[in-house]
């Protein structure tokens, strides 16, 4: 019968992603080790290898990210404020130059990967299905039909953060958040008014 462990996959999973805020794409399972203040065998035992790691990551992150949204959406006086809400969940933490350009990196990482792509593609179905439930519920008759409009909403929030960390200008989210308002605000209005 082998130890029990002292510390918990979604303990490790929150020091890896500590670890790709600092280091991006070149962070070792050292650095997750140092994040999460065990030793590096620790890490070894118990994923193998940094891919293996990545995969555990993105299989956890989809169902936390789901329910990441639906708290941030609960929390709002309204549909369309809880639309925003949960859309802005993905860049949570991601609000400085430096941290976004090592996400970037690890992206590019991933995407280079395709076990890690379709990793990827698995958290990006997740997003667009909770953005299109709660765009079910909303009443934006200006608006395409709800899985179009999660589509639009998440390569609006996905591109505003490419866009930040090309020039970064002031904070990430106070310009996320009006970019999504701007959009939200005119499906808010029937289509022919102004």
């Known amino acids: ?31 997750v080790a140092l994040e999460a203040g065990v030793a590096a065998s620790t890490v070894v035992t118990r994923f193998g290898s940094k891919r293996a790691l990545l995969l555990r990551m993105m299989d956890l992150d989809s169902a936390a990210l789901r329910q990441r949204m639906r708290e941030a959406a609960d929390a709002q006086p309204d549909p369309a404020a809880a639309v925003l809400a949960a859309a802005i969940v993905v ?25 890690l792509r379709g990793g990827l593609a698995h958290m990006r179905a997740a997003y667009r299905a909770e953005l299109q439930a709660l765009l079910e519920t909303a009443a934006l008759p200006g608006a395409p039909k709800p899985a179009l409009a999660a589509r639009v909403l998440a390569a609006l929030v996905h591109g505003v953060q490419i866009d930040w960390a090309l020039a970064p200008e002031g904070r990430l989210m106070p310009s996320l958040k009006s970019q999504l308002a701007a959009v939200l605000d005119g499906w808010r209005r029937r289509p022919g008014r102004g």
Request: net charge negative; proline share 5%; charged share 20%.
């Open 1 to 31: 019968m082998g130890r029990p462990q002292k510390i918990s996959d979604s303990e490790l999973i929150a020091a890896c992603e500590r670890a790709i805020a600092q280091w991006g794409q070149s962070f070792t399972l050292a650095h």
């Open 91 to 115: 860049a949570q933490g991601v609000d400085d130059p430096e941290t976004t350009a090592n996400h970037l990196s690890q992206l590019a990482y991933d995407i280079s990967d395709p076990a």
